[in-house]
């Protein structure tokens, strides 16, 4: 038996591997392009080194794509095999692939609470924090992303292999909770030790963005290139937050030329990606900016996308794609896809029940919440689509336009009420409001 340096007890006994292994779970931590890379060099290493298996399959399904689930089960059938190989692994290995099971069954949420009761001995050993820290954010749990960073954080010293990057994602769960005084402080210490947590500089950046310190985030952010723009496609997603930042200053060309070079500069079709991309370019048209043929590539990629139902977050944000370019028939078709979901008794189904149809009615265009109490349900089942508070304030604003444009008023400053608990106010919500007509002291 080994145990690697973030703490994790593996059946492994190929040093090759185990490095290999380490190297990958680093660039878990950092977000690093070469993650990929080590987590196969660890398995050409050793076929049967079950943490890098299960690494594997959850690496797949959180790409939500519905063709990855095979891939997904095959990494978790080979894992089953190393295991009975090994005389059932490792305790750590076997809570691991318990799961990764119930991930792959479509219940997140349980993956999550494996993970964290099967370590709570030992709540920093990080891939299975880091795994379950996901797993909430995709569903939408901030409060279990606390509860667990609180426990992490609390059984950690600076000396621990994994200390910044756990206290990152600690800093991450509290601005998720609005307690920005502490995210700051809690962000700048785990950047401080490590500095290519860009998770930590990541929920910094939201702290800014939220309070509506532009001038500071812009510089934060700017200061911290050197760190983020070395990321996988992460470094897509910091872009994005400093093109959010240059647009509240009302720098539309700036904004513009963040996208092109740094929002999209691959074509790709992951859905962070193009939640990026269609939340900013939205966003940009709400602020009267034409954006010329932007459109385009995305709405094909949402269109080939549009019976995959695999997480509602990316359907919603697909939609709003298909609507941008008018393809009204793409919108019917996944519209449709989202409702067949939506009987179904996994995590996403019932995120597409609570939320989910009802969201893609309303960004469909088919009409703003029937009366006051499905629009504040509308509001309060909102966090279950899962990202974070900045990525739902897409779903907010398009939410505040479709009441404004029925004339509901009351509904529109109900919508701000709870919106300015997190954020400040800020020009795109005024330009919504005076665009229906709204008084902005509504």
């Not at 119930?102 to 891939?127: K, S």
Request: aromatic share 6%.
């Amino acid at each position: 038996m080994t145990r690697d340096v973030y703490g994790l007890s593996a059946s492994a006994s190929n040093a090759e591997a185990t490095r290999a292994f380490e190297h990958a779970v680093h660039g878990v931590a950092a977000h690093l392009p070469t993650t990929g890379v080590s987590l196969q060099a660890a398995l050409s290493a050793d076929p049967d080194h079950v943490p890098a298996l299960a690494l594997k399959g959850f690496a797949n399904l959180i790409l939500a794509k519905s063709e990855l689930v095979e891939t997904a089960a095959a990494a978790l059938s080979s894992a089953r095999g190393a295991l009975a190989r090994k005389d059932g692994g490792t305790a750590d290995e076997r809570i691991l692939v318990q799961s990764l099971e119930a991930a792959l069954a479509g219940h997140f949420g349980r993956a999550a609470e494996i993970l964290d009761q099967g370590f709570a001995d030992r709540p920093t050993t990080f891939l299975p924090f880091k795994l379950s820290h996901a797993l909430r954010f995709m569903v939408g749990d901030a409060a279990g992303m606390l509860v667990a960073s609180e426990r992490a954080v609390a059984a950690i010293d600076s000396s621990h292999a994994a200390a910044g990057y756990l206290l990152g994602c600690h800093a991450f769960a509290l601005e998720e909770h609005g307690r920005y005084r502490e995210a700051m402080e809690v962000g700048q210490r785990a950047v401080t030790l490590a500095p290519d947590d860009s998770w930590g500089l990541h929920a910094v950046s939201h702290v800014h963005e939220m309070r509506g310190d532009t001038s500071a985030g812009i510089d934060w952010l700017e200061n911290s290139r050197k760190a983020w723009s070395r990321c996988n496609n992460f470094s897509f997603h910091m872009a994005w937050h400093l093109g959010l930042l240059h647009l509240e200053r009302g720098d539309h060309e700036r904004v513009l030329q963040i996208y092109d070079d740094e929002v999209r500069p691959q074509q790709t079709d992951d859905f962070r990606d193009m939640a990026n991309a269609i939340s900013l370019l939205w966003r940009l048209e709400q602020s009267g900016l034409h954006v010329g043929d932007r459109w385009t590539d995305i709405a094909e990629i949402a269109s080939r996308r549009r019976k995959d139902t695999a997480l509602v977050f990316a359907v919603l944000h697909n939609l709003a794609a298909l609507v941008a370019v008018g393809d009204w028939t793409g919108v019917a078709d996944l519209v449709e896809a989202l409702e067949t979901r939506a009987t179904g008794t996994d995590d996403q189904a019932r995120i597409a029940a609570e939320i989910g149809v009802p969201m893609a009615r309303v960004l469909a265009g088919l009409g703003a919440p029937a009366d006051r109490q499905m629009l504040d349900r509308m509001v309060a089942n909102l966090p279950k689509v899962g990202g974070s508070n900045a990525q739902r304030d897409f779903f907010v604003l398009a939410l505040a336009k479709a009441v404004g444009n029925v004339g509901d008023t009351v509904g529109v400053s109900r919508i701000r009420s709870v919106r300015q608990r997190l954020k400040a106010e800020d020009r795109l919500f005024q330009s919504i409001q005076r665009a229906d007509g709204l008084s902005l002291s509504a």
